[in-house]
């Protein structure tokens, strides 16, 4: 190689860099976009179950557990009719495969209340998702304001 091959091929090499550094940073800023965007349709297809429930559209496919949680509403909120005992579910905590619908976490539920009391194992009824950001001001906030 002559010098001045080497000098072009030094700059190419320069010049790819950068592009890499560029590629690299641009990708990540269209994921991040990408991953607010699913967040946002996890999200909308949640308060859209929600309103299935609300209205009775009970064949309405729900969200997944793992949609759920993406779109920010990992509370399943149940009631039983027999004794009106109402629970906040935790899918976050929750041991089920996360590809399974939020529908079918009925067939796993039992209400605690009517087992003490009645011996009898009775599902609940699922109410709805509910947005997990009503539980962040019990998280580090609190604790913040407590030290200060
Ligand atoms: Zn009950």
Known sequence: MSGGDRKHFAREIHKAEVSFANLLEQA?????VADAARAKAYALDCAAWNTALFIGELDHASPTIAAAIAGGFSLLEVRCEHCKHTEMIDLALVVQPRDR???????????SPCQRTLGRKRRPNLVCLRPTDGLKPVGPSRRAKRAS
């Open 28 to 32: 990540a800023a269209a994921h991040a």
């Open 101 to 111: 619908q939020v529908a079918l976490m009925r067939n796993f539920l039992y209400c």
